[in-house]
């Protein structure tokens, strides 16, 4: 729930959310742009303070707060994980570049000497923040973009009908249907389950087997009801479609656009410079 609270709209009167949503998709293509052009861990580091710049000025950091305890579990569980794979496949580090040296049972053919490089911790860091920072910057967009903004940009953009409104209902009922697990699961411990005992993998299956059923269930009623409401309005008969919201550029888009733009010139810079930095 945490999670997806992220990628829900907040209405809120702040400069963030103001912002047409052309000038903070450009924003957010040029973010994540930056964070492609370089493997490097000093590079990606750069994107941070225009992220977190744009999240205080979004007021977002407690809607953000619940995903974050999210991805730093991941990062407790990839960032090991990532760095002890790396080690083994790498090709063989100097005796300094090593920071932890362990030696497994003898006998054990398949994983031998275990062993995690300075290069190996660098590696994974850096492909853990790029991950998390283009989370953060796709939640940053949703979160300040209502989903007429967002249907309104792509008939901008020239996208079917069709697939304007799929995406428009994805991102509505996402969270939506978190919400109904969430009463499900209520429901069903309310009706004598427990899913807190027993070793993990019984607790993960109490926990997620019992909600299959049910949460399916829901879904197939939600959009037969979905189906039927947009025949009974004759959704798609009409191939022209109006705007109830239309974007209009202002001074503070315009300032945005140039921003955008100024930054991916030096990420092409960084591209131009790969072999020499």
Known sequence: MGALAAFRYRERDTLLHRLDPRAKLLLSISLILFLWIRADLEVILLAGPPLILLIAVGRLWGDLRGS???????????LPLNSLLYSIYAPTPDENSVIFLTITQKGTP???????????????????????????????????TSLDEIQALLFKLHFPYFFVLTMGFAFRFMPTLAEEAQRIREAQMVRGLDP?????LRRYWKAVVPLVM??????????????????????????????MVKP???????????????FLGVSFVFLLLRPIL
């Open 110 to 144: 398949i994983l031998g000497e275990l062993f995690i490089t300075r290069q190996a911790v660098e590696f994974s860091l850096t492909i853990y923040l790029r991950l998390i920072f283009m989370l953060l910057t796709v939640s940053t967009f949703i979160i300040t």
């Open 248 to 262: 209009v550029f202002k001074k503070a888009d315009v300032a945005v656009v140039s921003t955008s733009l100024a």
């Open 68 to 78: 974050l305890r999210v991805y730093l579990i991941l990062g407790l569980i990839l």
């Open 196 to 200: 807190n005992t027993g070793g993990f």
């Open 214 to 243: 049910p949460l399916l269930v829901s879904v197939l009623r939600r959009s037969v009801m979905f189906a039927e409401a947009l025949e009974v309005r004759a959704t798609f008969v009409q191939p022209r479609r109006t705007l």
